[in-house]
């Protein structure tokens, strides 16, 4: 079964950018139909979607972070990657990678472990 | 933007227990609407899709309703397994999750 696996440093300084990658097993990133979103869970418990990429490079956003935000995927590698720029303190969370497997009910399964990025200097 | 508030916050039962968890969103989002579990140290993980469905795996006890802006999850008797935090999401325009309700034992 697919399994994903978020790396990436622990630790970024406020104004740099925040950069992760989600190693995808046991499926293929460019199975048709799947969606690859991100998501980030705060300290306080509070879980939100940052955006999605489908294997052809298509992407979708959560407006909120739409200015400071890239994913990308790498096929080759069966891959994909977060890049956040300009974080703050409140960019600190626990980031996730997902699989959407049906864009149109928009649920995700299975997730990663979570990877914890504190934003500090 | 839509958002998700569910009710209780937190909800405190007993082995055995039928329990029901309500998520109401700002505006109707049909039955787009996924309902997760969440263990401490753990990812959530995907309980019911399409406010109804059941993923596969997932014990009969876990139900879903709703359409609309009102929605509930119920689990006919509390198994030890169950107390967890339970998050809403909706998938109708962008997706957004509810605050979660964290149920305990009592």
């Known amino acids: 079964q697919v399994q994903l696996q978020e790396s990436g440093p622990g630790l970024v300084k406020p104004s740099q950018t925040l950069s992760l990658t989600c190693a995808v097993s046991?499926?293929?990133?460019?199975?048709?139909?799947?969606?690859w979103s991100w998501i980030r869970q705060f300290p306080g418990k509070g879980l939100e979607w940052i955006g999605y990429?489908?294997?052809?490079?298509?992407?979708y956003y959560n407006p909120s972070l739409k200015s400071r935000l890239s994913i990308s995927v790498d096929t080759s590698k069966n891959q994909l990657s977060l890049k956040l720029s300009s974080v703050t303190a409140a960019d600190t969370a626990v980031y996730y990678c997902?699989?959407?497997?049906?864009?149109?009910?928009?649920?995700?399964?299975?997730w990663g472990q979570g990877t914890l990025v504190i934003v500090s200097s | 933007d839509i958002q998700m508030t569910q009710s209780p916050s937190s909800l405190s039962a007993s082995l055995g227990d039928r329990v029901t968890i309500t998520c109401r969103a700002s505006?109707?989002?049909?039955?787009?609407l996924n309902w997760y579990q969440q263990k401490p140290g753990k990812a959530p993980k995907l309980l019911i899709y399409?406010?109804?469905t059941l993923q596969s795996g997932v014990p009969s006890r876990f139900s879903g309703s709703g359409s609309g802006t009102d929605f509930t999850l119920t689990i006919s008797s509390l198994q030890p397994e169950d107390f967890a935090t339970y998050y809403c999401?909706?998938?109708?325009?962008?997706?957004?999750f509810g605050q979660g309700t964290r149920l305990e034992i009592k």
């Open positions: 399409a406010a109804s």
């Open positions: 999401q909706q998938a109708y325009s962008s997706r957004t």
């Open positions: 505006q109707s989002i049909y039955s787009y």
């Open positions: 046991g499926g293929s990133i460019s199975s048709d139909g799947d969606y």
């Open positions: 990429i489908y294997y052809s490079g298509s992407t």
């Open positions: 997902a699989r959407e497997g049906s864009i149109n009910l928009g649920w995700f399964d299975p």
